[in-house]
């Protein structure tokens, strides 16, 4: 076999060499999908089929399209060259739109708007119209997201909703959203696809010139295409009829925001002469963890069925734990990873997925007390932070004069002494006038203000002038910097406080950030940084440090880690306590269970909580009903009935104590409850004894009778402190930290040093 293809099993080889008409490839996690997508556009390049310009490659992430092309560099070396085809769906989107502006109705540099902004202006648009109820705007907005998700403008989707309550309010403030994103020149992350889409639909000119342009039209996580998206891969791929699509039904694990699973379990209805393959050749993880994911699959029913396998070792088996309580919980996580890496092991082969970003407080709080370093993702992005997106918005304008929503973003940022009442009065000006509120700053001798006020006002507007003209050929990354400079922004910040530092921090690692983009792309434009960024991902964030990654198991799709921790396995969070009666919402979660068991390739630990403190309440839980499918191969302890009652160690820990209290006080009884562990928590082959023989070990080298009561020690994070406890004959210190209080401390695990 020839070198390009002598690294494809015989499952693989098929589909990459099989280039012509439809193709779906139902690859199972693990199994190489990306190896055969890169394979198959090599390929194609090799037997002159296409040129990489001819070649349309949507993947779901910016850094799966960058592997992508690293490993087609890697694989042609000079002969792969450059080609901005490789890109998300959203991406290729933008490159349309722009390209073909004049034709969509709309100006080439228009804003994208995220989440956030998208959430400013529908919020914007509901005072204008004079609305007050908290409930219609909170439904508006997820029904304006709904929309346009169905590709549905605010009339078609007010008569399929007619009768939604307060849909007539509904439409009108999803209409005067729409207007304001064409006053600002802007389009949120649903437009890119819905004006794509329209664009494509209506200007047969257009249509013909991308449809014969791209011979090949390979799509990525094809189970996470929602019904915009699949109409838009259709057209494209209509004039010659190559579309090839890897996915996997038992990951699709997005329905909550579009995506139609019936697009991979029905592709064969749309193209009846398809080829389907089927990749269950797993290379990530070991026999145990994949009889694991297996077994809690095969209880879902849509689905077109696989059964992943492996040539690699039985390897660990899966281990289940319950904790008390959530603090227990993370404690138990911090020990396993602590003494691993003490065996060697580095902190970023751990992962720690949950189903909800809440759980993540728990183990913050205990890998703070004992130094294990870590990352969230899942939750609020690095670039949704509010100083990064003051600074995107200078940066917006000067890309976008239109984009008023930027510019009542940042006018008063930092403090300039123009309120709230002064950029009304601004905003009154501009729609009377037909104008933005840009050109209201520029026209503020026109405003009804006192002098002062329009010096302040005149002041920014020259400021964003001057920015404007100097970005026409001033680099991205020097860009960056005088912006910083010349509205001085970071005084906005620089408060003395921890809170401000943090923030001026994130100011230095998005300027790192910048100089990464500009080093990689040393000719990319404002208006492109602007795109990698606001289309970013959590996955996009990622590097490579050493630290434990906490994340929604959303956050990780995709990734793999030598260990994974899969903690709250409850009825209520895991499964989600909102399931829908059809059945499809629990395949859905049962999916995303699925999605995590693959994550790991090497260990795995389900883990729980007998009683949690959620959403500002303890309650007992019951154990997740995966827990209950599992159990033939998790063993005994997974057979346990569900606890609606204190248990006896919960009692002889502190009973009704639990009803209420914070983590930290009720932990107070857990450490004790370690101490027995063995004779209270339920154990798992391997795991079994682990407390007991790593923690005779630790102890003997550095926990108990190191400390004794009067001692100063320091803590890397909580500084300097008195031993004032010793529980457990000397294996639990308190310790009172100056201006933290009081915290209890395993001896063995915190990071502390004797002064």
Same mark, same amino acid.
Not at 339 to 367: H, P
């Given at each position: ?175 005067k959203y729409d207007k304001h994103l064409k006053e600002n020149n802007a389009l949120d992350f649903d437009d890119l696809l819905l004006e794509t889409l329209r664009l494509l639909k209506r200007d047969e000119e257009t249509r013909d010139y991308l449809a014969d342009k791209f011979k090949y039209v390979l799509v990525d996580e094809f189970q996470d295409t929602n019904s915009v998206q699949y109409q838009i891969i259709k057209l494209l ?246 912006? *910083? +400079?010349?509205?001085?922004?970071? $005084?906005?910040? %620089?408060?003395?406080? /921890?809170?401000?530092?943090?923030? &001026? !921090?994130? =100011? ?21 940084? *602007? +795109?990698?960024?606001?289309?970013? $991902?959590?996955? %996009?964030?990622?590097? /490579?440090?050493?630290?434990?990654? &906490? !994340?929604? =198991? ?202």
């Amino acid at each position: 076999m020839d070198e390009l293809l002598k690294n494809l099993n015989e499952e693989q080889l098929k589909p990459v060499c099989d280039t012509e008409g439809a193709v779906l490839v139902l690859a199972g996690a693990g199994s190489g999908k990306t190896r055969v997508l890169t394979s198959r556009i090599a390929y194609i390049l090799r037997e002159e089929k296409a040129s990489l310009s001819e070649i349309l490659a949507i993947t779901f992430t910016n850094k799966a399209a960058g592997e992508m092309k690293e490993r087609l560099q890697r694989m042609l070396g000079d002969d792969a060259g450059e080609s901005k085809w490789i890109c998300t769906i959203h991406s290729m989107c933008v490159k349309i739109l722009r390209q073909f502006a004049e034709k969509a109705g709309i100006k080439p540099n228009f804003s994208i708007y995220s989440e956030t902004e998208r959430a400013n202006v529908i919020k914007k648009s509901f005072q204008e119209l004079d609305f007050d109820d908290d409930k219609l705007l909170k439904n508006a907005k997820f029904h304006i997201g709904n929309a346009k998700m169905l590709g549905l403008d605010p009339v078609q989707y007010g008569n399929r909703y007619a009768r939604e309550r307060g849909m007539d309010d509904i439409v009108v403030i999803y209409e005067k959203y729409d207007k304001h994103l064409k006053e600002n020149n802007a389009l949120d992350f649903d437009d890119l696809l819905l004006e794509t889409l329209r664009l494509l639909k209506r200007d047969e000119e257009t249509r013909d010139y991308l449809a014969d342009k791209f011979k090949y039209v390979l799509v990525d996580e094809f189970q996470d295409t929602n019904s915009v998206q699949y109409q838009i891969i259709k057209l494209l791929s209509s004039k010659h009829g190559n579309l090839f699509v890897v996915g996997d039904d038992d990951q699709s694990i997005y329905g909550w925001r579009g995506a139609e699973i019936d697009n991979i379990l029905k592709f064969d209805k749309d193209f009846p002469n398809a080829k389907i393959y089927k990749l269950e050749r797993n290379y990530r993880s070991t026999k145990s963890i994949l009889k694991l994911a297996n077994c809690i699959i095969k209880n879902n029913i849509e689905r077109r069925g696989k059964e992943l396998w492996t040539e690699a070792g039985e390897g660990d088996s899966p281990v289940y734990y319950q904790a008390e309580e959530e603090a227990g919980e993370a404690l138990y996580t911090a020990r396993a990873i602590t003494d691993a890496v003490a065996r060697g092991k580095k902190y970023s082969d751990f992962a720690v997925l949950m189903r909800i970003n809440a759980l993540t407080r728990s183990y913050e709080q205990e890998f703070t007390k004992y130094g294990i370093p870590y990352k969230v993702f899942g939750g609020f992005r690095f670039f949704e932070r509010k100083e990064i997106k003051d600074i995107l918005a200078y940066l917006r304008i000067i890309s976008n004069p239109y984009d008023s929503e930027a510019v009542e973003r940042i006018i008063n940022v930092p403090k300039r002494g123009i309120g709230g009442r002064t950029v009304q009065i601004m905003y009154e000006y501009a729609q009377s006038t037909g104008l933005t509120l840009y050109d209201a700053a520029v026209d503020c001798e026109e405003l009804p203000l006192p002098r002062g006020t329009k010096d302040k006002i005149k002041d920014f507007a020259d400021l964003i002038k001057g920015l404007i003209i100097s970005a026409v050929d001033t680099p991205v990354a020097q860009l960056v910097r005088d912006v *910083l +400079n010349k509205t001085n922004i970071r $005084s906005a910040y %620089d408060d003395g406080t /921890d809170d401000g530092d943090s923030k &001026l !921090a994130n =100011i230095d690692e998005f300027i790192a950030s910048v100089d990464d983009f500009s080093r990689l792309n040393p000719t990319a434009t404002l208006d492109e940084y *602007l +795109n990698q960024v606001t289309l970013s $991902s959590d996955l %996009d964030e990622m590097d /490579d440090g050493d630290y434990v990654s &906490l !994340a929604t =198991i959303h956050a990780v799709k995709g990734l793999e880690f030598p260990t994974v921790f899969i903690c709250g396995l409850e009825d209520g969070i895991m499964p989600s306590s909102r399931l829908s009666e059809d059945g499809r919402s629990e395949e859905e979660e049962r999916r995303l269970m699925y999605v995590a068991i693959t994550r790991a390739k090497e260990k795995l630990y389900l883990t729980r909580s007998k009683s949690r403190y959620l959403y500002g309440h303890r309650d007992l839980t019951r154990p997740s009903r995966f827990i209950a499918e599992l159990a033939p191969v998790l063993g005994a302890a997974a057979y346990e009935r569900p606890n609606f009652g204190y248990s006896s160690s919960m009692r002889k820990y502190g009973g009704s104590s639990y009803g209420g209290g914070t983590a930290q006080s009720s932990g107070k009884a857990l450490y004790s409850a370690y101490d027995e562990y063995e004779e209270s928590t339920p154990q798992i082959g391997s795991f079994k004894g682990f407390f007991s023989g790593a923690k005779k070990t630790e102890n003997a080298a550095n926990g108990k009778g190191k400390y004794s009561v009067g001692m100063r020690v320091r803590h890397p994070k909580f500084g300097v402190g008195m031993v004032v406890a010793l529980k457990n004959d000397g294996n639990i210190i308190n310790v009172a930290f100056d201006g933290q209080g009081i915290k209890e401390l395993s001896a063995s695990l915190a990071p502390l040093t004797i002064l």
